[in-house]
């Protein structure tokens, strides 16, 4: 048996791999009608236009809401979430629940309150929809899939291929041809994928709409939340200042803090401020793939888009101060790094960044910046420099809560980390305020951890419920191929306030299948390299945490998850019937070890 610690939480940009936050999949339940909508959201004085019709201003805006081009996809995309004019609704006299932030956590406790009878709005100051929607795990996943389109492709673009399949054109009629067949080159066409994306992103967006808040009866309000007592807050609206008398002033009985996170940029590395660097805010607007791609951090972000852009052809250095996943399973980072170095992505571990120097700024939107850094790392005795076409920042999240009137409303946060919350998610310092998401200190930040936080939120502060967060079981799925998935708990302290996860010195059994022996893997020629960890309190059967590297982890994590929330033992998952032949059995692998390990057997 072996001693670990609890498996901690991935970090992860917005991450959505679950149902919709916001998705119809509810039971119906009567809207309110006593509350006054906006009318001008399907006004057509309100739509964005198409690049070159759309006037200067116009593409300004577009771009530094980091959504761009301005093609029809993008425009159907702004015209869901963040309208070009928009008329405020009429304040009510009093918000059962006022909502700041318009991503995942903003629009489920909006919503979810309106349909159970609240008066509730929500204030939208950029993107309805947030990072999930418009630059994290739907952009995103839609990269990851041509870029494993792509890999299979090259797979069976082989001669003698042991698929027994490949990719051949008739001859072309030239001299010497006539009976010949020839392999064709897997081609990319980069700016189709980005067009795809899009394309599918816009798909996605009304969901997230206003017009679908107000068809839930909930208010949406443009513009910048700001408290500006412990009751009320004033929607500071574009184009506007704070104390404006036109602002609207909405008066609450609770209210929640919903404002999501940015991604972190260091200021101590000369150079970088001003040099064209790119975020994830900023990736999904690429319309030309870099020849070349330094990024930067080792984590979810950093590793999902490596595997993406060196698939697509770009030439990808991954930049780690650290071991990759830091706080993650060793085997699962090292068998996940191998997978990448095959595929022609280079690691510099032990890094510190010297400068950062800009040779060229890009001189068209078609065009593509080009950029030095100066770097020392364990790999080489002398620093070293890179050139790089796109230099991606992926060094994790700070937390949006500047500018919000926090210390008029009483409310107690980091300035990094986010609002201080309790175990009911509510403020620790004034429990009329409840804070959901990446904008909270000390919680996962995941997509699907704000959604299940704002229902916590609805629960305990519209109906007195003691809903608590240390009772949410949460996956965390890393994409890439082989995915990474883990498992883990909120922590609080003695005094129910949520905290940082401490490492355990609980000790634990660890039961391990490995998927090479799985014959849904075999028959692949799938997961040589992946695995199934499940650690249990030492000499029972109780599940404290799960590690899976696999095609599939992020669909096999849903078991164990379940199986923690219910008090399932690793007993009753080994002794549960999965379907053959199938990469689930694994987990089920796990669970038999347990059996096995307690039999009884005859002399």
């Known amino acids: 048996m072996v001693m670990i610690l609890r498996p901690l ?3 992860l940009v917005a991450n959505s791999f679950f149902l919709h936050p916001t998705s119809s999949f509810i039971s119906p339940i009567k809207k309110q009608t006593n509350i006054s909508m906006s009318s001008s959201s399907s006004s057509s004085q309100s739509q964005w236009s198409e690049s070159p019709n759309a006037s200067t201003t116009d593409q300004d805006l577009a771009k530094s809401l980091s959504i761009w081009p301005l093609d029809t996809y993008n425009v159907n995309l702004l015209n869901e979430v963040r309208h070009k004019q928009y008329t405020n609704p009429e304040p009510l006299q009093i918000y059962d629940l006022v909502v700041i932030g318009a991503g995942a956590g903003g629009l489920v406790s909006s919503r979810q309150a309106a349909r159970r009878g609240a008066k509730s709005c929500m204030i939208s100051a950029e993107l309805a929809g947030g990072d999930c929607l418009n630059a994290g795990c739907v952009p995103s996943k839609a990269l990851l899939r041509c870029a494993k389109l792509v890999r299979e492709a090259r797979k069976v673009a082989v001669q003698n291929n042991e698929y027994g399949v490949s990719f051949t054109r008739q001859n072309d009629g030239l001299e010497g041809t006539t009976e010949d067949h020839y392999p064709l080159e897997v081609s990319v066409d ?3 994928i980005m067009e795809r994306m899009r394309k599918l992103r816009a798909h996605i967006a009304p969901v997230d709409g206003h017009a679908r808040g107000d ?3 909930t208010q949406t309000f ?3 939340g700001v408290f500006t007592s412990p009751s009320t807050i004033e929607v500071v609206e574009h184009g506007k200042q704070l104390g404006e008398e036109s602002n609207p002033i909405l008066h609450f009985r609770k209210a929640v803090i919903a404002t999501g996170g940015r991604p972190f940029v260091p200021d101590n590395i000369p150079g970088l401020k001003e040099a064209p660097y790119t975020t994830n805010l900023s990736l999904f607007n690429l319309q030309q793939l870099p020849k ?9 972000v950093a590793l999902e888009m490596a595997q993406a852009f060196a698939s697509f052809g770009s030439e990808v250095t991954v ?3 650290s071991r ?6 060793e085997e699962a980072a090292e068998a996940i790094k191998q997978t990448l170095e095959d595929e022609g992505v280079k690691f510099l571990s032990g890094v510190d960044v010297n400068e950062v120097t800009t040779i060229k700024q890009a001189t068209s939107n078609d065009d593509l910046p080009l950029m030095s850094v100066s770097l020392s790392c364990s790999e080489y005795s002398e620093p070293i420099s890179l050139e790089c076409e796109c230099l991606l920042l992926a060094l994790g999240r700070t937390a949006n809560v500047e500018s919000l009137g926090l210390e008029s409303a009483g409310v107690d946060f ?4 986010g609002i201080l919350v309790n175990d009911f998610s509510q403020s620790v310092s004034n429990p009329d305020v409840y804070a959901v998401g990446d904008c909270v200190s000390d919680v996962p930040r995941l997509t699907h951890v704000s959604g299940e936080m704002a229902k916590v939120v609805v629960q305990n502060a519209l109906f007195k419920g003691q809903w608590r967060l240390s009772s949410l079981v949460v996956p965390a799925v890393m994409y890439t191929d082989p995915e990474y998935a883990t498992i883990g708990k909120i922590h609080v302290d003695e005094n129910n306030n949520v905290v940082s996860p401490v490492e355990s010195n609980e000790k634990v059994d660890v039961y391990k299948a490995e998927l090479q022996h799985n014959d849904r893997a075999i028959l692949d020629s799938s997961d040589k390299t992946s695995f199934v960890k499940i650690s249990c309190k030492k000499g029972t059967g109780t599940i404290v945490g799960c590690t899976i590297v696999s095609t599939r982890a992020g669909e096999m994590i849903n078991e164990v998850s379940l199986a923690m929330k219910h008090d399932i033992s690793l007993e009753g998952v080994g002794r549960n019937i999965h379907s053959y032949p199938t990469l689930g059995e694994a987990v089920m692998g796990c669970g038999i070890q347990f059996i096995n390990s307690g039999w009884e057997t005859m002399n």
């Open 292 to 300: 070349r791609m330094v990024i930067l951090g080792a984590g979810v």
């Open 222 to 224: 443009q513009g910048r």
């Open 414 to 417: 980091h300035p990094s980390k």
């Open 190 to 192: 980069f700016p189709k």
């Open 324 to 329: 990759l996943l830091s706080k993650g399973d």
């Open 9 to 11: 939480y991935l970090g």
């Open 215 to 217: 068809s839930l009866g």
């Open 319 to 321: 930049l780690q101060r």
